[in-house]
């Protein structure tokens, strides 16, 4: 994956920075405050219209892809000063062809509009401009990809024969599919990430520099410490906390395990276990209501739900994700012998409790919950816990702990600098987002505009006679692989376009088949041979990638079998009356513990193969919501925890 260009700080690493540098950097953090309040007022007071707000989204990203590209090369001595020359001026022409459109938008919007050199010239650009930008911030993947449908879009009517052959399209098209209409670049993926992903990355950030990520870990810290394994149930609890605001599985990791990993190393675990445990517990922030990652508002809009109803449906899989890790860890570190936390470094509860820290992190999510469940709508509702989170930090922050020799005025100029720090850190993360997706928004055009998509989705159905579960393995397949190298928003809207309608065919919900996809698309991320997940955890771990990814790999077995568990028991995505939902959450929280046991080896002693076979088909017989499954696997799981109590620690099960 290619360096997160968007993240960290803008000070100079190896050289002093000069005066004219440090001014553009200054220039840089203001331009991106700038994009970020733009939206905040739009979502207190109203968008403006859709070819004026979705390219201001858009070039602000795709402008500001190639301006972090040459702060960053500036300090690194990597370019010279006429390659940071060009970066700025590709930026600067990201900008101008996104103020084309909005210049030109009365006159694009005419059906008898003619489209000059000019219009031509400019809808080439921005679709060049925003491949290179994807490609510098996300990795080549998705922008290879989105390269190769473009050529199958524009020149495949002449080059490609038989039913894979696109329609014959003209240059005019062309611009108007991807570049002049509310299509394409600007498209609805452009509209929900200027209406609603703004501002919750926003939340996030502002969360994070007031001060967040420590309440986390001393909070995960109080309840998980001093179990066995602690600091690395700690590392999964904190990461689902940490998830709840960012959604961003790599910023998990780096915000996280900067901390949960030095320290499960210095307590003697393994360099690739830390690495691993990290990287998996982060990779579900994405999954982790309220504030889920961006993919879960693209799917409130592929499926025009509310998303409250996706909020809900999650709270299950969520859940059963961390359960499977939590039992993983557990159970390594029962077999291992890892200890707990030391009971000098176990935070107190006013460590996190304390008005001054307590306050600012959850009311504001209390507001989000709040406002959702009244039916307002997701920008509304972030923006209104914006003003809660600045309001609450500027009111008990004079009263906190570390502020008794600080006046009113003193605190409140350090809350300034943090909410404009955490404004230029969510103009960071958005240089991300607006990229991926306008050069998904280019895949997922070319799909729709050609066919192709219903064409792949055909495919997938026509395996449907080999059975249900056939059809669901090459959807999980075909979501992971399209994962590679690219965030999961990225992933979901490329699995959705072409897997989740044909599991739609075979007679499952749009939710199920989408939330299927989706969890998938979660897990590319830790599954090899790329996965931005375990890249972040083994450098922070400092030992192999191979080693962290294959004990990943090992620690998230169960996670794998989550989304066939919701699929075959509704009842986990919420789905059914309160009975149908306690015993499907039941039962698949049954075959987790089963799958990681089996997995695992271990239960009060080491198991042999035949054990962890019984355990694994005990967990399959509760995979299938019918009463004799449900009756026969319970009862072979008590049997067998039975058996294992019986025996005692250190016992070997087996059929002899």
């Not at 191979?546 to 009842?571: D, E, H, I, Q, T």
Request: hydrophobic share 55%; net charge positive; with cysteine.
């Amino acid at each position: 994956m290619r360096p997160a260009v968007w993240g960290g700080n803008m000070k100079h690493s190896s050289t002093e920075a000069s005066p004219w540098e440090r001014r553009g950097a200054q220039a840089l953090g203001a331009l991106f405050a700038a994009f970020v309040a733009l939206h905040f007022y739009n979502a207190l007071f109203g968008q403006f219209e859709p070819l004026v707000q979705r390219p201001i989204f858009i070039g602000f990203g795709l402008g500001g892809a190639f301006f972090l590209y040459a702060a960053r090369a500036s300090r690194t001595g990597g370019r010279n000063g006429l390659e940071r020359a060009i970066d700025i001026t590709l930026g600067l022409l990201a900008f101008g062809v996104c103020l084309y459109v909005i210049v030109n938008r009365d006159r694009f919007s005419d059906i008898m509009v003619q489209y000059g050199p000019l219009d031509k010239t400019a809808g080439l650009l921005a679709v060049l401009l925003t491949l290179e930008a994807a490609r510098r911030v996300i990795g080549w993947f998705l922008p290879l990809l989105a390269l190769i449908t473009v050529f199958y879009y524009y020149f495949g009517y002449d080059l490609i024969d038989g039913g894979w052959r696109p329609p014959r399209v003209s240059a005019r098209t062309a611009v108007e599919t991807f570049y002049s209409s509310t299509t394409g670049i600007f498209g609805y993926l452009a509209d929900v990430g200027a209406r609603v992903i703004t501002i919750y990355v926003l939340l996030g950030a502002l969360l994070l520099s007031t001060g967040a990520t420590d309440v986390f870990m001393k909070m995960a810290t109080w309840i998980a410490g001093r179990t066995f394994g602690g600091p690395a149930k700690v590392c999964a609890l904190s990461s689902a906390m940490f998830g709840t605001v960012t959604g961003s599985a790599v910023a998990n990791v780096m915000a996280t395990g900067s901390i949960t990993i030095p320290t499960m190393k210095r307590l003697r675990y393994p360099p690739a276990f830390a690495g691993a445990v990290e990287a998996v517990a982060s990779s579900a922030g994405q999954l982790t209501p309220p504030v889920m990652g961006a993919g879960a508002f693209i799917m409130a809009e592929f499926l025009n739900i509310p998303y409250t109803q996706i909020a809900v449906a999650a709270i299950g899989p969520a859940f059963l994700y961390y359960l499977a890790i939590w039992l993983g860890v557990d159970l390594y570190a029962r077999r291992t012998g890892l200890q707990p936390t030391p009971k000098n470094e176990m935070p107190k509860p006013a460590d996190f409790l304390a008005p001054d820290k307590a306050i600012p992190l959850f009311l504001p999510i209390a507001t989000v919950v709040y406002f959702l469940f009244q039916g307002y709508t997701p920008s509304f509702a972030g923006a209104a816990s914006i003003i809660v989170l600045i309001l609450a930090c500027a009111v008990v922050r004079p009263f906190g702990q570390n502020s008794g020799t600080q006046g009113l005025k003193a605190c409140w100029v350090e809350l300034a600098r943090d909410v404009y720090g955490g404004m230029v850190e969510a103009g960071r993360a958005l240089v991300m987002i607006a990229a991926l997706l306008a050069c998904a928004a280019i895949v997922v055009k070319v799909l729709t505009a050609t066919g192709a998509g219903v064409k792949i989705s055909n495919l997938l159905f026509s395996v449907s006679d080999q059975g249900l579960i056939v059809a669901l393995l090459l959807a999980a397949v075909l979501s992971i692989v399209l994962g590679m190298d690219v965030p999961t928003t990225a992933s979901y809207v490329l699995a959705a376009a072409v897997a989740a309608p044909s599991l739609v065919r075979l007679g499952l919900p749009e939710l199920t088949s989408h939330l299927f996809v989706f969890y998938y698309a979660i897990l590319s991320a830790i599954t090899p041979p790329v996965c931005a997940s375990v890249y972040a955890a083994a450098a922070l771990a400092g030992t192999s990638f191979w080693k962290v990814a294959g004990r990943a790999l090992s620690l998230a077995g169960a996670v794998y079998v989550v989304p066939f568990l919701f699929v075959f028991r509704p009842g986990i995505l919420a789905q059914g009356g309160a009975g149908q939902v306690i015993l499907d959450l039941g039962v698949a929280s049954a075959a987790v513990f089963a799958v990681s046991v089996g997995f695992s080896g271990y239960l009060r002693g080491t198991l042999s193969v035949t054990g962890r076979v019984l355990f694994l088909a005990a967990a399959a017989l509760l995979f299938y919501a019918a009463p004799m499954a449900d009756v026969v696997g319970g009862a072979a799981l008590i049997g067998l925890l039975a058996w294992r109590f019986l025996r005692g620690e250190r016992k070997t099960l087996s059929t002899g």
